[in-house]
């Protein structure tokens, strides 16, 4: 199955947390889709990251592959055991085919490279989103993501044969 978007014409915010200990991957995160209607929520620990997750949920994560109170492996135990998980992307700077195949492996979401680059972070953050929704959500509605530029792009994914 391969998927492909189309325009769609119900709107969604997306609510997306980041857990790294480094302040740069905020600052980063935060100016790439600071003039998004995303809803971004910040973490320095994994320990603070749970606890914000059991209060409200946060359909998708991204995780620094390191923490200083742990590692995304360890996140990834602790969130799996929550009533609706969040959907987990891992960031690294040092992504190979070894930590893609494991990320993959143990059931987390996807891999994103840092330095982030935007049309990664809205495209697999989209995608994560909407496969969180389709379990956990109210049906089949989709994200707007506005970009910096105030457009709004309307994606929607659905299963193509092919």
Known sequence: ?????????DREFIKILLV???IEDHLSLR???????WELHHSLSREEALGLLKERPIPVVICDSELTDGTWRDFWREISELPAPPRLIVSSRVADNMLWGEVLNLGAYDLLIKPLEASEVFRVGCLAWHSWYQEHGRGSKLPAVMDGRNMVQQVACAAAPG
């Open 31 to 37: 100016s790439l889709i600071g003039h998004s209607n």
């Open 20 to 22: 790294s200990s480094m």
């Open 1 to 9: 199955m391969s998927k492909r978007c189309f325009e769609f014409m």
